[in-house]
């Protein structure tokens, strides 16, 4: 096909381009400003060039809060991907029960994410939440303000109840669109429960399965309103996750040039593992092929 | 392998059916021969699915009974049945290689290892699909696809029956024909009981040894292809057949006098008083278009020609009518009359045949 040299057609994308330099590229850029200046006050600035990203990068205080939030998200993802497939997988396929199931399964999705925290701080509390004080009355030791393990359990918890439903949704949708031709075959076959789930139900799920697990990394990696309102990044700093570390050193400290550099390391790290996970997935998907 | 016999079975979808309407499939009783090829035929919803799958298993008939041999089996689960069945499109592991997907049925039966490679082998060579033994099913195209999962079907040497659901349905016009040519072939070396259903009589004439015509939950007519042409039980069958199907007419028939809105001509069959509606049904390939004057006045409408004839579409008494001429007939503006080959027109009372008796 020939194509018309016309180099008026530029200006038909400067709309979006625009709204991308406005919405994106600019504040991008101001944080980019930032990790590369310090200030004494007066609004006076002065460049530094690397040096904060070589001290962020250097920085324990950051690599802890790294190895935190991977455990979290490996934790919440070892728990999540599966319990999700085994809840699609034991759904109703139809009639009255089946739409039951779908909207009470959507209904933690629903809830704004600082309400799901605040439920779930009041639902733990000793003195009055009905968890923490049924837990106290049997005697389980169960404390997530003071004692790091229970709430680092507290957190989990929250987040299966939020989010495994996106997974069994999405779950769900995939097992719906295979034919019933399938189950018939693998009965004809005498296929055992493991094997239809093994080669019929697994490989139609694998392509909602990647957009799954991909979210819930993102997401789990990103998190910050839930762990801020339940345990505010304590006890210690035993919660501060990557995002609530940030906010403390931007906000609360107001180290501007540290938090810009940590945010744009934080920001790379994610593209990162976002991109090697989904080349890792594709492939996967690919050799089932 | 086994003989099939249904006996008065009825299928309705509605729990209480109370008329002859309400019934999806209508009583019906009928053995099908160990060994022979059926075609189920019919257009979409006549209940010919539903038989396919009462006897695959998939559905428990509301009444009546079917066997496998002496074996009861009405109430017997799919897996029990050993029956193969292949569906409208593929349905292949799309994991596992071809090799795998063949293996798999024998595997879950617990087979000796030796005796699944053996089989295999003879199988793959049967469908010819030996040289993709050890690729991935997924990329295959559709008809190999489908002749996996035939292939997974006959691997199990026991099996009673092998049930096609329009098997064809998304494999490409030319290799249509080339796999219906192997499943023939395929039947005649491993002699399985196969039921192909289908709604193309193409596929069902080229395919079956015996034809099975439903319509609207009965079964019309059981019988060779030839059967089908020649003698069709119901006008349905004679429409249904043939391309353009059988032409109908009213007509009053007396002993071996048939009277077409005046027109007169003697049959080679002679009947008894016919009460009911009385039709004259002849295939178009035995009507003869002749010049004027010497047969029945028609109106011709157009002529098409298809290759290796042409179709006449007239009208008489209001009513379409379909010639074939041959090829090599040249029709003029005066050849509008139309003379019937007497041995093979047949006589419909209430759209069902009768036979007369036979002039000597």
Redesign the interface.
């Known amino acids: 096909m020939k194509k018309t040299v016309n180099q008026k057609a530029w200006f038909l994308v400067l709309p979006v381009l625009l709204l991308v330099g406005f919405s994106a590229v600019i504040p991008l850029m101001t944080v980019v400003n930032y990790s590369i200046q310090d200030t004494f006050g007066n609004n006076v600035f002065f460049e530094v060039g690397l040096e904060w990203f070589e001290e962020v990068l250097h920085s324990e205080r950051l690599h802890d809060a790294l190895g935190r939030q991977m455990l979290f998200t490996g934790i919440i993802m070892v728990i999540e991907i599966p319990l999700g497939i085994y809840i699609a997988l034991h759904m109703p396929k139809s009639g009255f029960w089946a739409s039951v199931c779908l909207v009470l399964v959507s209904l933690p999705l629903l809830v704004p994410w600082n309400v799901v925290g605040t439920i779930w701080q009041i639902f733990g509390r000793t003195d009055i939440g009905l968890l923490g004080h049924t837990l106290a009355a049997m005697g389980v030791e169960y404390n997530y303000t003071q004692d790091v393990l229970s709430a680092w359990i507290t957190l989990i918890v929250m987040d299966v109840w939020h989010w495994t439903s996106l997974v069994v949704l999405l779950c769900y949708a995939g097992l719906q669109s295979i034919?019933g031709?399938?189950y018939?075959?693998a009965?004809?076959?005498?296929?055992?429960k493991w094997?239809v789930f093994r080669?019929?139900q697994l490989?139609k799920m694998m392509g909602v399965l990647l957009i799954a697990s991909l979210l819930r990394f993102m997401d789990s990696f990103m998190i910050y309103t839930e762990p801020m309102v339940v345990t505010g990044g304590g006890p210690g700093n035993a919660t501060t996750f990557l995002s609530i570390d940030l906010v403390k050193m931007a906000i609360g400290q107001f180290d501007l040039g540290p938090a810009a550099a940590f945010s744009l390391i934080y920001f790379l790290v994610i593209l990162l593992m976002s991109w090697a996970f989904f080349t890792i997935m594709t492939n996967i998907d690919k050799q089932?092929? | 392998m086994a003989k099939i016999t249904l006996s008065n079975l009825a299928h309705s979808y509605i729990s209480n059916p109370k008329s002859e309407k309400d019934y999806a499939l209508r009583r019906l009783n009928h053995e099908w021969e160990d060994g022979a090829a059926y075609a189920l035929l019919g257009p979409s919803g006549c209940g010919k699915s539903t038989l396919l799958n009462i006897i695959s298993g998939i559905l428990t008939p509301s009444e009546g009974r079917i066997l496998f041999d002496e074996d009861d089996v009405t109430f017997a689960d799919t897996a029990d049945r050993n029956i193969a069945q292949v569906f409208q499109f593929p349905v292949v592991y799309d994991t596992m290689t071809v090799r795998q997907n063949l293996e798999f049925p024998l595997k879950n039966r617990g087979a000796d290892p030796k005796y699944i490679q053996q089989r295999v082998a003879s199988i793959a060579r049967s469908i010819q699909v030996e040289d993709i033994l050890d690729k991935k099913a997924q990329g295959l195209t559709a008809d190999a696809k489908q002749k996996i999962s035939l292939g997974r079907g006959m691997v199990r040497e026991d099996v009673n029956a092998i049930l096609f659901d329009e098997p064809l349905t998304v494999i490409d016009p030319h290799m249509k024909w080339e796999l219906r040519t192997q499943l023939k072939a395929l039947h005649k070396e491993l002699k399985h009981t196969m039921i192909f259903v289908t709604h193309d009589q193409t596929e069902a004439l080229t395919f079956a040894d015996k034809v099975v015509v439903m319509n609207e939950g009965n079964v019309v007519q059981i019988g060779t292809p030839e059967e089908l042409f020649e003698k069709p039980a119901h006008t349905f069958v004679g429409y249904f057949i043939g391309s353009p199907g059988m032409n109908v007419f009213d007509a009053e028939v007396t002993g071996n006098i048939a009277n077409l809105q005046g027109n007169k001509m003697e049959l080679k069959q002679t009947h008894k008083k016919l009460s009911g509606k009385t039709e004259l049904g002849v295939r178009p390939e035995f009507i003869t278009l002749c010049e004027e004057g010497m047969g029945i006045k028609i109106d011709i409408v157009r002529v098409e020609d298809v290759a290796h004839h042409k179709i006449v579409r007239a009208i008489y008494n209001n009513k379409d009518v379909n010639i074939i001429v041959p090829e090599d007939v040249i029709i003029t503006p005066t050849m509008n009359n139309m003379t019937f080959d007497m041995s093979r027109v047949n006589v419909y009372v209430n759209s069902w045949l009768v036979e007369g008796e036979e002039i000597s």
């Open positions: 034919p031709a399938y018939q075959a009965k004809i076959d005498q296929a055992s094997s080669y019929i490989p089932e092929a």
